[in-house]
């Protein structure tokens, strides 16, 4: 028997077909995937089950966390794009040392769901088809797609040999948009991509708020910071962007709930970017510029724009604390699935954000003294998994 399931979003383009499937897997068949997932033990929590076809038994469950295209379909569109540089994978002191952890056990995300809280994303860009996201919560705000591009794509963009490569390439995505009739609710969001996700999967919210008028992180709003904590006890590592107002976040006295901050640097001198929000509540720093990366038309497609094909629209200018964020995600993706195939489990949430800091790297002077604007530790992933990852 094959079950062909296809993704909540888009059923009509997206299909994974799953092979030799148990008898008693028949009882469980019907709208809800958990069924499934609880009589076969594969995880397919966020995938419905669509249809059941009679055909000859295969060899195995395929992996349902990295849904694929139709095989008609080029992940490459016409013209051939070319593969885009990306220092920042690169190792320390330059990059932040992701590509080494590709040969690590796991060190590919693919033991991982990471799930993005974001406003928009083109799931048509080629960028993201090799590694499609799936969705859960609340409805798109038709706005800054090339936002959620550029962050899917620097989290866990597939190593398809063209375009951008993610930190976490193998890594399942998921996508969660904050707006619900027309009202931005992020902590609902967290709380619908929280349903989905299991201990030890990582939690990226790509949204900022203005307690006073200026930009801040969002725990800043005690909603969100609740909701936010409650993802942290559940054993997820959230990240969570410092903002990009340029300010100091001290005065604002966020509470300790357990979220990785994220400031922003800049790639060549490692100084804080003068825009990235700083102070002792930032724990890690990324990239905040000059990020290669999917868009679309309405962000800067200086990379590659064949025939004002938006999507094959890529940037060099991608950044902020979103990008140094997504980043971090990535990161901690690979981090946890490689914990996942090494002691048969992830590590606690705690114990990654302790750990990134600890091995990271000392952020230097720029325009102002690093003590005056501290952005947080630079991340150096083989650090760390040299020093938490080795059995």
Known sequence: MLLLLASLCLAADVAVFVEEVPDDARLALGPQAAGVEQATGVRLSHWVVLDELDVPTGAKWTRLGAPVAPPFERHDYLPQTPAFDQDWLAPVPFGLGAQKLWSWPGGTGLHVVLAD???????????????????????P?????????????????????????GAAPDAAVLVAYPMYGGQW??????????????????????????PDGQFAPVSANPMIADALEAAVLLGLVVIEPMGNGGRDVDPLDLPSIGTLRVGGEEPRTKAALISSNYGAAADVRGWAAAIPSPTTDAYTP???????????????QFGGTSGASAQVAGVCAQIQSI???VYGE???PAIVRQGLMQTGVAQRDGLTLAEERPVGAGLDAQAFARTYLVP
């Open 185 to 210: 609710n992020p902590a609902r969001a967290v709380v619908d991509a929280s349903a989905t996700l299991r201990p030890g999967d990582v939690l990226l919210i790509e949204q900022q708020t203005q």
């Open 339 to 341: 914990a996942t195939a």
């Open 141 to 165: 705000l038709g706005e800054f797609a090339y936002h959620g591009n550029a962050s899917i794509g620097i989290a866990a963009a597939a190593r398809d040999g063209f375009g951008t490569s």
């Open 117 to 139: 809280v974001e406003y928009d994303y083109d799931a048509f860009h080629e960028d993201l088809r090799g590694n499609l996201p799936t969705v859960t919560g609340g409805e």
């Open 346 to 348: 992830p590590l606690p």
């Open 302 to 316: 200086d990379l590659f724009f064949p025939e004002d094909d938006p999507q094959q629209a890529y940037t060099s």
